[in-house]
Nanobody, 125 residues
Framework: VQLQASGGGLVQTGGSLSLSCATS????????LAWFRQAPGKEREFVTA????????YYADSVKGRFTISRNNDKKTVYLQMNSLRPEDTAVYYC???????????????????WGQGTQVTVSS
């Protein structure tokens, strides 16, 4: 599965950004999708995931209440709406995908086998 992330940029503290990750996968509806991020000098970390059902969403504690993940199966795209951004949100954001069963949504990096190229998000203080 090929993934193409877009929407990163520079924003001030408290601002908002929206990321998108598009794929041409024929089996998009069977994919669980996630966003991870990697800050300079740090390991890549989980941000959020959405299962095959849009009602199955998971968030890292650090972004809960500020970020929202969603998916559009018709457009074969997953979105990440980021509000109330903080300098510590600065990172390269990666989208990831894996075909899963309906009742399981992975939240760890090793569970995903398809990755986008990453998009830079920079939050200035």
């Amino acid at each position: 599965v090929q993934l193409q992330a877009s929407g990163g940029g520079l924003v001030q503290t408290g601002g908002s950004l929206s990321l998108s990750c598009a794929t041409s996968a024929r089996t998009f509806s069977r994919l669980s999708l996630a966003w991870f991020r990697q800050a300079p000098g740090k390991e890549r970390e989980f941000v959020t995931a959405i299962g095959r059902s849009s009602s199955s969403t998971y968030y890292a504690d650090s972004v809960k209440g500020r970020f929202t993940i969603s998916r559009n199966n018709d457009k074969k795209t997953v979105y990440l709406q980021m509000n109330s951004l903080r300098p510590e949100d600065t990172a390269v954001y990666y989208c990831a995908a894996k075909e899963t069963i309906m009742t399981f949504t992975p939240t760890t990096e090793r569970d995903y086998n398809s990755w986008g190229q990453g998009t830079q998000v920079t939050v200035s203080s």
